[in-house]
């Protein structure tokens, strides 16, 4: 079964500064979704950046990137001019593209804080 | 894109009794996920609904327990039964391959 590790439980950043969450995750498949999610107090999820694993290229959404390196099953997340907004639990989640099935297993998360 | 209305947004419940948790999309779709987030932890999947058919339960749900419905391409239900302390979680539906949730659903059970 795909699992997903977030080794981070928690991180902190000032304001306008650069931050790294990381995330690995186990897959016998060569095909697949890897995703970042945001989830703020208010508990919605909210999508930041998403990668297909059959593209080279790193995802990148404004000021959110990622690094991404499919040998060694590694899929970080790169916050850059942090803002007082970016403070929520980040969740890496993944998802097969074979047999149909949309599910995403999920990371236990990364609590990150921003300080003013 | 798809904006999902989730209600009720939170709830508390007495023991034994039942809520049911309604997501209406504003675009149709053809599976919904419904996923349960317990207190300070991840998402789990609970169940794919798909319209027309019987939903999919994942590993340790069962229907008794998450009766789901999908009557339409734009709306689904879940069902939590005879509530105990501990089904006290978050509750979120999701459609189109995880781009969109909806808001979460705090359910607390006394």
């Known amino acids: 079964a795909q699992t997903v590790t977030q080794s981070q439980p928690e991180m902190s950043v000032q304001e306008a500064e650069t931050v790294t969450l990381s995330c690995t995750y186990d897959t016998s498949e060569s095909d697949y979704y890897l995703f970042w999610y945001k989830q703020p107090p208010s508990r919605q999820m909210i999508l930041v950046i998403r990668q297909e694993a059959y593209k080279q290229q790193n995802a990148t959404e404004n000021r959110f990137s990622v690094n991404f390196q499919k040998a060694a099953k590694s899929f970080s997340l790169k916050i850059s001019d942090s803002q007082l907004g970016d403070a929520a639990m980040y969740f890496c989640a993944y998802r097969d593209t074979q047999g149909g099935s949309e599910k995403l297993v999920f990371g236990k998360g990364t609590k990150l804080t921003v300080n003013p | 894109s798809a904006v999902i209305s989730q209600k009720p947004s939170r709830d508390i419940c007495q023991r034994g009794t039942s809520l049911t948790i309604q997501c209406q999309v504003d675009?149709?779709?053809?599976?919904m996920f419904w996923y349960r987030q317990q207190p300070g932890q991840s998402l789990t999947l609970i169940a794919t609904a798909n319209q027309g058919s019987e939903a999919t339960y994942e590993s340790g749900f069962v229907i008794d327990k998450f009766p789901i419905s999908r009557p339409n391409l734009t709306f689904s239900t879940l069902t939590v039964s005879n509530m105990s302390p501990e089904d006290s979680s978050i509750y979120l539906c999701?459609?189109?391959?995880?781009?969109?949730f909806g808001q979460g659903t705090r359910l607390t059970v006394v």
């Open positions: 999701s459609v189109r391959e995880g781009a969109f």
């Open positions: 675009s149709q779709v053809t599976m």
